[in-house]
């Protein structure tokens, strides 16, 4: 049994090349996206601050339904507690948390490269590539895709755990389960991980007692399939009849997984650059792909290329299954990756593709400037695009009328008066802050502490409402509010409504209310009229 790191890794390279290839990545994601420190919260970064916030025991969050949609989260849901419990509501706590997490994946990912066989130089380029990527700007900026960067957090730590565990290291079993965990309740993108996690105990435990293989795989198993359970338990399903498609499970398979895969090499390139850029881009990652397989199989290649090979094809293929329920919703437009957040489909997928190109031999020992050159060269090229979409985040998130009307929906709600049924309608927010309309109600429950009674007053606009938080004292939705239909399901069941459903272990109530209009507002009883003018929400005596 070898103990030794990798015997082929290490010689040549002193422990100071290997210690920056991996800081390197970690401080470049420091650095590129210094600038989004300064945003703000958007869109579903609300509902989630404002479930966090009122949830009770972060260890609910394990146990129950947590987001009212169809997601089983908890690790993800924990941090965001932890923070707000550490730290309060503001935003600057919560992107510090959020590039720490990108820093340490990229930083994970060459430390991975560098035990399955890469060189120094290689390892740090190739995770500066995975820290400064499109790709990652998309994911890493929006605060409510947390989710994705634990479960690649979680999934770079089991790989790295199983790697400890082929090199005899002590205490590998237990990293496994504790990494397995991390990742199995991230989201569920994760699972991807599992098939090669499994692969690897077998391939890298030839030799080893059966009961240790056996052992090993229970531990990289055992969470997932825990994970499973209780989706099932909260749920009842699998969770899927949950996303609001009307494709049967079949149907999302192969309509999400068709537009992942065909979206996969816009995203590589970072923008939509037309279909012959794209088919081009399509070829070459075909070509990585089977060159990497073509090295991996001789008979003389090492085992960590063929680990590296297994790793990154299982991290590319399975979430095209995997996320194919939402993708069959979200990536089927003709601009799919138009709204970058979008962008976060690609998140692990991208980190399996550098893994599984380390078979592929780049130089030789004698032409070190090359790789030099491309890195200085690549990093140019992603940094500065990096920098600019976070300073482009932080003027979208916290534009003035944006914080005002945050702080403004914060204060009306907490000057007003409770009493059973009351809502409050704010009329005239500006079309291009309907971010704020749509979560109006989340903006202001985020605001108010816990056990607050004016949690249970609506908040709407005069725009439609995504959803609304009350305690289960409110158990349906006022008199004279409707709630909103089930859109696009089959028309043998149109005209279904989103009912009112309890989450957090009875804690809060999830109501989802239909556009109300402010004539239709104006007629019932206990509604506090706002409008805003430009500047301040005012009393709405119209």
Request: glycine letters at 8%; a positive charge.
């Amino acid at each position: 049994m070898n103990t030794n790191i990798h015997t082929a890794s290490a010689v040549g390279n002193s422990p100071w090349e290997r210690r920056l290839a991996v800081l390197l990545p970690f401080v470049a994601v420091g650095v590129a996206f210094a600038p989004a420190l300064g945003a703000g919260f958007m869109a579903d970064d609300w509902a989630i601050l404002a479930l966090a916030r009122h949830g009770g025991s972060g260890w609910d969050y394990f146990f129950t339904d947590h987001t009212a949609t169809y997601s089983y989260r908890p690790n993800g849901m924990l941090v965001w507690h932890l923070v707000i419990q550490l730290f309060g509501w503001t935003a600057l706590p919560q992107y510090a948390v959020q590039f720490l997490l990108h820093g340490s994946n990229a930083a994970l990912l060459a430390l991975l490269l560098l035990r399955l066989g890469a060189t120094p130089w290689r390892a740090a380029l190739l995770g500066l590539v995975y820290a400064l990527h499109p790709i990652a700007s998309g994911t890493v900026l929006w605060l409510a895709d947390r989710f994705d960067l634990i479960a690649v957090n979680g999934t770079l730590l089991l790989l790295l755990s199983l790697d400890a565990w082929r090199c005899g290291r002590r205490g590998a079993l237990l990293l496994v389960l504790l990494s397995a965990a991390w990742a199995a309740g991230a989201k569920e993108v994760a699972l991807a991980v599992l098939p090669a996690a499994l692969a690897w105990v077998w391939l890298a435990g030839k030799g080893r007692p059966r009961g240790e293989r056996v052992a090993v795989a229970l531990a990289a198993t055992l969470p997932f399939a825990a994970a499973l359970a209780m989706r099932w338990l909260i749920f009842g399903s699998s969770g899927v009849d949950r996303t609001g498609s009307a494709l049967t499970l079949s149907q999302s398979v192969l309509t999400g997984g068709s537009a992942w895969i065909h979206s996969l090499p816009m995203a590589l390139i970072g923008s939509n650059p037309g279909m012959l850029i794209t088919l081009l881009a399509g070829v070459l990652l075909l070509v990585v792909l089977v060159l990497s397989a073509w090295n991996a199989s001789q008979p003389a290649a090492m085992t960590e290329h063929r680990l590296a090979l297994v790793a990154g094809l299982a991290l590319v293929v399975f979430p095209a299954l995997l996320q194919s329920p939402v993708t069959a919703v979200m990536l089927v437009s003709p601009d799919p990756l138009g709204l970058s957040s979008n962008m976060r489909f690609f998140y692990l997928a991208l980190a399996g593709l550098i893994i599984g190109s380390v078979p592929i031999r780049w130089t030789s020992a004698g032409l070190r400037w090359i790789p030099a050159s491309i890195m200085l060269v690549v990093v140019v090229l992603l940094a500065l695009p990096a920098w600019n979409a976070a300073v482009a985040w932080r003027r979208v998130s916290v534009t003035p009328i944006k914080q005002q009307l945050a702080t403004a929906i914060g204060e009306a709600i907490r000057a007003s008066r409770y009493q059973p049924g009351c809502m409050l309608y704010i009329e005239d927010i500006p079309e291009d802050e309907q971010d704020v309309s749509l979560y109006a109600d989340s903006i202001a429950k985020a605001q108010l502490p816990p056990g607050d009674p004016r949690f249970d007053c609506l908040v709407v606009s005069s725009s439609l409402t995504l959803l609304a938080l009350t305690s289960p004292r409110v158990s349906r939705l006022p008199a004279g509010v409707a709630a909103r239909p089930v859109a696009g399901i089959p028309e043998r069941v149109r005209g279904l409504k989103l009912a009112s459903r309890a989450i957090m272990n009875g804690r809060i109530q999830v109501h989802f209310p239909d556009r109300l209009s402010a004539h239709e507002a104006r007629q019932l009883g206990g509604v506090h009229l706002l409008r805003w003018d430009g500047s301040a929400l005012v009393e709405d005596a119209r």
